[in-house]
């Protein structure tokens, strides 16, 4: 099985917002980082996977399995993990393993203590008692506990210390190295990506805009500088977006091999962050 997560022409149309014939694979043992400004339809498509909404037309499949017959065995292999607290409040972590462990077949006592005392997390206080990024690290080891194959987590880092980012990220390089696991890791802080991501799935208006290899997006894309003398309506038809200041132009190009054949030496060509494309892809185009 070489994805999985397969969202195919998925279509979910809400009030001013819609996701538009989404085709997305999750690739198996791999981290993905979906990427896309707030409200570009990051939490709609996760909650879609999730089986929490459902596509108006289009289909979802895990594990290369429909949720319509296999919903309890897809749950089964899923941890997810969100930006804040989904347990009621007054529970502590005994309180919580009570309740979840028998749900899941394969839930794993040790291995749920193992994980608590490897995030220094108290058993016996409540959940209210916990600091954001402890309540992240609570989700993660339940989430880890039932030996989730896929992780799907939903800006876990926002609103989280840089150290204690840091340290998560550290983590899930850990958790990836049996290479059992993978990881899907929704965020706009796109800085958290550029150590763990093997794949950048870059969402933007509800349209996925690209899916590909962190290799291939440092290869493709590119911020291009040059004078305004070298632009006209032909030279631009090689850019995604095009800045126009009074020293000259600052452009983003999906197409690095394109530029160089078109404006040879006259331009300077800089790796482009993550950062850099989801700006610049604002103001997307298109050439008739």
């Known amino acids: 099985m070489e994805n999985v997560v397969e969202l195919n022409n998925v279509t979910k149309n809400f009030k001013g917002f819609s996701i538009k014939n989404m085709d997305l694979q999750v690739k198996q043992g791999f981290v993905t980082g979906f990427i896309g400004a707030n409200g570009a339809g990051k939490s709609t498509a996760i909650k879609m996977m999730m089986k929490l909404l459902q596509p108006d037309s289009g289909e979802v499949k895990l594990f290369g399995l429909d949720y319509q017959t296999h919903e309890k065995v897809i749950k089964e292999h899923i941890g997810f993990v969100y930006d804040g607290n989904v347990f009621y409040e007054g529970l502590n972590l005994k309180d919580i393993k009570r309740i979840v462990g028998p749900a ?33 690290k609570a989700s993660l080891a339940i989430a880890l506990s039932h030996h989730a194959e896929l992780i799907i987590m939903d800006e876990p880092t926002a609103g989280l210390d840089p150290i204690f980012r840091r340290e998560l990220l550290d983590l899930l390089q850990e958790l990836m190295i049996d290479g059992n696991r993978t990881i899907f890791f929704s965020t706009h802080i796109t800085t958290d990506l550029d150590r763990i991501s093997d794949y950048i799935a870059f969402i933007q208006n509800g349209e996925l805009i690209f899916n590909q290899s962190i ?39 999906d197409n690095i091999k394109e530029v160089k054949n078109i404006f040879g030496e006259s331009v300077v060509i800089e790796q ?12 997307r185009k298109s050439y008739v």
């Open 215 to 253: 290799h291939d997006v440092a290869e493709n894309y590119a911020l291009v500088k040059g004078g305004m003398d070298l632009l006209d309506r032909d030279t631009e038809k090689a850019f995604v977006h095009v800045h126009r200041a009074p020293t000259g132009f600052e452009a983003l190009t």
């Open 104 to 136: 899941y077949k394969r839930w794993d006592d040790t291995l749920f203590y193992q994980y608590i005392e490897q995030f220094e997390l108290p058993l016996n206080k409540a959940i209210k008692t916990f600091s954001k990024g402890m309540q992240m």
């Open 272 to 283: 482009a962050s993550l950062e850099n494309i989801m700006y610049y892809s604002k103001g």
